[in-house]
């Protein structure tokens, strides 16, 4: 049985994170599902980590990326193709990332739209975009 910290969903995919890892299933064109490849599943896929779960608490999903966060470490996957991951480089992300700016920034909340994601900053106090 899994302990659920987060669960959340994308437009065709979910993503739970819980004690013993991050499981998601659905469709994966995009690889929002964080499997290192871009095939879908319709059943519960693990995806492995640097970072014990452990450290993690929240998961969110925009249409085809998806994000899990806590104690100032943020990690990311799938399109980027706006840039809805903060990374450099406009293209899709297959497996989990750990998204240094995010961190920097000491991103305290994410919420993730269809095509774009949204941080709250708590020493700025304001929504970095």
């Known amino acids: 049985m899994l302990q659920v910290r987060s669960v959340a969903c994308g437009a065709e995919h979910t993503v739970i994170l819980a004690d ?3 499981y998601s299933w659905g469709n994966n064109e995009h690889g929002q599902l964080g499997t290192g490849d871009t095939k879908s599943h319709n059943r519960p896929q693990q995806q492995p980590l640097e970072v014990a779960s452990g450290e993690l608490d929240t998961v969110v ?6 994000l899990v966060y806590g104690n100032d470490i943020v990690y990311g996957w799938g399109d980027n193709s706006f840039g809805q991951l903060s990374l450099p480089k406009l293209q899709k ?8 700016e995010l961190e920097r920034r000491h991103a305290c909340d994410i919420a993730a739209g269809a095509f774009h994601t949204a941080f709250l900053s708590p020493q700025a106090r304001r929504v970095l975009c």
């Open 20 to 22: 013993s890892g991050i």
């Open 93 to 100: 992300v297959k497996s989990p990332t750990r998204l240094g």
């Open 61 to 66: 999903c925009g249409h085809f990326h998806t």
